[in-house]
């Protein structure tokens, strides 16, 4: 059922200490059904260990690739996560969408799907920038109720919180790595003049590509074709005609690559720094971190910190400049890798 991993991803070592728990999502629940087991048994099996050299967690047993596969054929087609930036997804309109297909499926007795339309409706609640306290009340009400399906509270608010929705916090789902924040450190950084080419792995529709939109830079995306819970191929049409959409780098020399969000999905981190990304000058790396976040997900292979990313700077050839920079008070941190 379970692929069992030996050693580190990083470091190759078997030290390994510190056992970090999974939450239950819709990835576990998925999982669950697949491998047509208890969703606990799943939880408890895919734990984290953190390696005692390098720094970096990682699982011990592994989803075998034919599993996910069955999850974006049977369950989840599309990557919700980036399709979600998308404006249409977010917003009163779509709320109230959801709120209907909620009462739809609830009233129906339609338990999974009802649950499903509940974690999008939380979703864009908890994604929500209003920060005055009569949205934040109603919010903390309204969700409560809506975990114990008391329809009739959410038909008699859903109209009134739908008002407060004004738009998507910076760095949640709904609204990518792209912010001032970001171009302001970029321009302390970098100066764009000396920048010829641009790439991104990861999902298309997370990054900066606005930020290096110049005339003189040319722009890719690297489709690596990942499958290890990770899917660009629906979100790739409604990326920029000017990106060129590539398999790999191979002698293209490229001055700057994003990799937002993306490299907890590697089983094999190394081997994607060592080939495809070998002629990169500048790295810029974006990673969910522990200590802010507290928690991992169990469609995350690894999780990755400061420590870990020392580690892999120093054998790729790279060094880290500066101190990793928190974005706003999210949950992430940007890194920028130079080489040396
Ligand atoms: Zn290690």
Same mark, same amino acid.
């Given at each position: 059922?379970?692929?069992?991993?030996?050693?580190?991803?990083?470091?190759?070592?078997?030290?390994?200490?510190?056992?970090?728990?999974?939450?239950?999502?819709?990835?576990?629940?998925?999982? &669950?059904?697949?491998?047509?087991?208890? /969703?606990?048994?799943?939880?408890?099996?895919?734990?984290?260990?953190?390696?005692?050299?390098?720094?970096?967690?990682?699982?011990?047993?592994?989803?075998?690739?034919?599993?996910?596969?069955?999850?974006? +054929?049977?369950?989840? %087609?599309?990557?919700?996560?980036?399709?979600?930036?998308?404006?249409?997804?977010?917003?009163?309109?779509?709320?109230?969408?959801?709120?209907?297909?909620?009462?739809?499926?609830? +009233?129906?007795?339609?338990?999974?799907?009802?649950?499903?339309?509940?974690?999008?409706?939380?979703?864009?609640?908890?994604?929500?920038?209003?920060?005055?306290?009569?949205?934040?009340?109603?919010?903390?009400?309204?969700?409560?109720?809506?975990?114990?399906?008391?329809?009739?509270?959410?038909?008699?608010?859903?109209?009134?919180? &739908?008002?407060?929705?004004?738009?998507?916090?910076?760095?949640?789902?709904?609204?990518?790595?792209?912010?001032?924040?970001?171009?302001?450190?970029?321009?302390?950084?970098?100066?764009?003049?000396?920048?010829? &080419?641009?790439?991104?792995?990861?999902? %298309?529709?997370?990054?900066?590509?606005?930020?290096?939109?110049?005339?003189?830079?040319?722009?890719?995306?690297? +489709?690596?074709? /990942?499958?290890?819970?990770?899917?660009?191929?629906?979100?790739?049409?409604?990326?920029?005609?000017?990106?060129?959409?590539?398999?790999?780098?191979?002698?293209?020399?490229?001055?700057?690559?994003?990799?937002?969000?993306?490299?907890?999905?590697?089983?094999?981190?190394?081997?994607?720094?060592?080939?495809?990304?070998?002629?990169? /000058?500048?790295?810029?790396?974006?990673?969910?971190?522990?200590?802010?976040?507290?928690?991992?997900?169990?469609?995350?292979?690894?999780?990755?910190?400061?420590? &870990?990313?020392?580690?892999?700077?120093?054998?790729?050839?790279?060094?880290?400049?500066?101190?990793?920079?928190?974005?706003?008070?999210?949950?992430?941190?940007?890194?920028?890798?130079?080489?040396?």
């Amino acid at each position: 059922m379970f692929k069992i991993i030996k050693k580190c991803p990083l470091c190759g070592s078997k030290k390994k200490s510190k056992i970090i728990k999974n939450n239950k999502n819709i990835y576990s629940y998925f999982l &669950s059904k697949i491998l047509n087991s208890d /969703e606990k048994f799943i939880l408890k099996n895919m734990q984290n260990y953190k390696c005692d050299i390098c720094g970096l967690i990682y699982k011990k047993k592994w989803i075998y690739p034919k599993s996910v596969e069955k999850i974006y +054929n049977d369950f989840q %087609p599309r990557h919700p996560g980036g399709l979600n930036t998308l404006k249409k997804n977010f917003g009163k309109k779509k709320f109230i969408e959801l709120i209907k297909k909620y009462k739809y499926f609830l +009233n129906k007795k339609n338990y999974e799907f009802s649950d499903r339309k509940k974690r999008e409706i939380f979703k864009i609640l908890n994604s929500t920038q209003n920060k005055r306290s009569n949205f934040i009340k109603l919010k903390k009400k309204f969700i409560h109720n809506l975990i114990n399906d008391r329809l009739d509270f959410a038909i008699r608010n859903y109209l009134t919180l &739908s008002n407060m929705i004004d738009k998507p916090k910076i760095y949640s789902q709904f609204s990518g790595f792209r912010s001032d924040e970001i171009s302001d450190y970029l321009n302390k950084i970098i100066n764009l003049d000396d920048i010829s &080419s641009y790439a991104e792995i990861g999902c %298309p529709l997370w990054g900066n590509y606005n930020y290096f939109k110049k005339p003189w830079i040319k722009q890719y995306f690297i +489709n690596i074709d /990942e499958k290890n819970f990770w899917k660009a191929e629906n979100c790739l049409k409604y990326l920029s005609k000017r990106v060129k959409i590539i398999k790999r780098l191979n002698k293209n020399k490229i001055d700057f690559v994003g990799i937002y969000n993306f490299l907890d999905h590697l089983e094999n981190p190394l081997k994607l720094f060592n080939k495809e990304l070998k002629n990169v /000058e500048n790295l810029a790396i974006i990673c969910e971190d522990i200590n802010l976040s507290k928690k991992i997900d169990c469609q995350h292979f690894s999780s990755w910190n400061h420590k &870990s990313l020392l580690f892999l700077s120093k054998k790729i050839g790279y060094t880290i400049i500066d101190k990793p920079f928190r974005l706003s008070n999210s949950i992430f941190k940007l890194y920028i890798l130079k080489k040396y």
